[in-house]
T-cell receptor, first 114, second 112 residues
């Protein structure tokens, strides 16, 4: 029972490079999310997908794009990485957007942009 | 969203119960109370949630005050593995309260 799987676990990018963070869940959840966590700060929502085929912006979407490839997979793309995007990125999923559902989080991707 | 207030840190001895408090005096009638925890270098982990009644699961119990302005997460028997930052979060069910506001949480230290 893997839950939410994120790849890669660690990545170092140069400024201006692009990359895609992958996320997959095996719980048949409808909703998926991307968060970032910076030192001393809470998690901030980047993008979310309420259900397959839909995506919406969260609190801090600038510099990111997402793709809900299918019900299982939700990827986050950095088109032109900047040092300000150095962070730990967490993918999460839930049965739906309802406040009566808990989230399951992945173990994170630690990204450094130099 | 209504805010929560938690102590910055707490300490407990191993195998003793731990009561983690959370104040949410501006809670609305449609807010669910959620608890998550985050172990060092790991992603957040769902612990428990409730609306009005006390809740129990295999990890913990959630005691909700009658006026809902405060709640307490109860770990019945702390282990070293329970050392983590615990977050009390309100989620509004009247709209899409999908963005979890983690705040600073309570850092729990468990000593042998």
């Amino acid at each position: 029972n893997a839950g939410v799987t994120q790849t890669p676990k660690f990545q170092v990018l140069k400024t201006g490079q692009s990359m895609t963070l992958q996320c997959a869940q095996d719980m048949n959840h409808n909703s998926m999310y991307w968060y970032r966590q910076d030192p001393g700060m809470g998690l901030r929502l980047i993008y979310y997908s309420a259900s397959e085929g839909t995506t919406d912006k969260g609190e801090v979407p600038n510099g990111y794009n997402v793709s809900r490839l299918n019900k299982r997979e939700f990827s986050l793309r950095l088109e032109s990485a900047a040092p300000s995007q150095t962070s730990v990125y967490f993918c999460a999923s839930s049965e739906g957007l309802s406040a009566n559902y808990g989230y399951t989080f992945g173990s994170g991707t630690r990204l450094t942009v130099v | 969203d209504a805010k929560t207030t938690q102590p910055n840190s707490m300490e407990s001895n191993e195998e003793e119960p731990v009561h983690l408090p959370c104040n949410h005096s501006t809670i609305s009638g449609t807010d669910y109370i959620h608890w998550y925890r985050q172990l060092p270098s790991q992603g957040p982990e769902y612990v428990i949630h409730g609306l009005t009644s006390n809740v129990n699961n295999r990890m913990a119990s959630l005691a909700i005050a009658e006026d809902r302005k405060s709640s307490t997460l109860i770990l019945h028997r702390a282990t070293l593995r329970d050392a983590a930052v615990y977050y009390c979060i309100l989620r509004d069910s009247s709209n899409s309260g999908y963005a979890l506001n983690f705040g600073k949480g309570t850092s729990l230290l468990v000593t042998p």
